[in-house]
């Protein structure tokens, strides 16, 4: 991550006047020197990075004595400020000071996650009763899925797969009425280009 939010605020923030009536600024010096360390360790694919560094590490860094760092540290973690597991050091907020290009990719995956394929594919299977049906949810169909899933909000509910294939099942054309003895089928039902035009009635004339 080349850099993280900062809040102007952020000396307003209690547990950082706390930390500054303790420490001084070299406390606050200290935490956010931290994070700029953190940060360092972050990108796309590694979001919960952990500082691994001792306290003699630390204060080699930073010009402090390693005492003084374990107090600082201690007093962060009382207040929340830090957090350490058997890994090492995190910044609990972190995830809120993303920048918008790294918390880009997590955001897309946290959508991914809820993606229901088998239920929009009983959907299609339920509806479309005039074309050929789904038997295998292949990888190729489930990024199909995705990149429709992903394209609006509107798409993030099961309700719009349903009136999308009901309305692909109304259309004589994409059902086989067309002179060319020719239907839609799943995979082509979700291709952006032909997606669009379903929507948009084309098929629907």
């Known amino acids: 991550m080349k850099y993280f939010k900062h809040s102007a605020s952020?000396?307003?923030?209690?547990?950082?006047?706390?930390?500054?009536?303790?420490h001084g600024m070299e406390g606050y010096g200290f935490y956010f020197a931290l994070a700029e360390l953190l940060a360092l360790e972050i990108d796309q694919d590694n979001l919960d990075a952990r500082l691994k560094h001792t306290a003699p590490q630390l204060g080699h860094r930073f010009g402090m004595e390693p005492s003084k760092v374990l107090q600082i540290i201690h007093t962060c973690k009382n207040s929340g400020l830090l957090a350490q597991d058997e890994i090492g050091l995190h910044i609990p907020c972190m995830i809120d000071w993303l920048d918008d290009k790294t918390k880009?990719?997590?955001?897309?995956?946290?959508?991914?996650?809820?993606?229901p394929y088998e239920k929009?594919?009983?959907?299609?299977?339920?509806?479309?009763?005039?074309?050929?049906?789904?038997?295998?949810?292949?990888?190729k169909r489930k990024r199909l899925i995705m990149q429709r899933w992903r394209?609006?909000?509107?798409?993030?509910?099961?309700?719009?797969?349903?009136?999308?294939?009901?309305?692909?099942?109304?259309?004589?054309?994409?059902?086989?009425?067309?002179?060319?003895?020719?239907?839609?089928d799943f995979d082509w039902c979700l291709q952006e280009k032909n997606f669009v035009k379903i929507i948009e009635g084309s098929y629907h004339r």
């Open 104 to 115: 880009k990719p997590r955001q897309a995956k946290d959508i991914d996650k809820k993606i």
């Open 120 to 139: 929009i594919v009983h959907s299609y299977n339920t509806h479309c009763t005039h074309l050929a049906a789904v038997k295998v949810t292949t990888d």
């Open 151 to 184: 394209a609006a909000e509107k798409h993030q509910e099961v309700e719009f797969w349903e009136r999308f294939f009901e309305y692909v099942n109304q259309s004589e054309f994409l059902t086989g009425s067309n002179g060319n003895d020719w239907r839609a």
């Open 10 to 22: 952020a000396l307003n923030e209690p547990r950082i006047i706390e930390l500054i009536m303790q």
